[in-house]
């Protein structure tokens, strides 16, 4: 039942209203304050640019962590840790063994 997340409106969540609400007034925004300076074709493109991170942040969830969350692992996982962790040990015991096999 935990998994089950309680809908606003248009069976949407809240965080997925306010991200696709977000985008969409700054796609729009962004499209009628370029078009006239790059044309419609190059408008269009950078208008759905600008709104797929928003999308994103509505819309995608791994093992149930939403967007950000997954991204912040995945940059400390792969650059901010280092990737190669060498098993090593502080044997206590090697120095009675090298006693042992001297002699002493």
Known sequence: MSKIKTKTAFGMTTRQLVCFGGAAVIGILAYFI???FTGNSAALFLMIALMIPGFLFALYERDGLPFEKVAHNFIRARFLYPGVRPYKTQNI????SNQNKTGN
């Open 93 to 96: 015991y090697s120095y009675l």
């Open 34 to 36: 370029l078009r006239p």
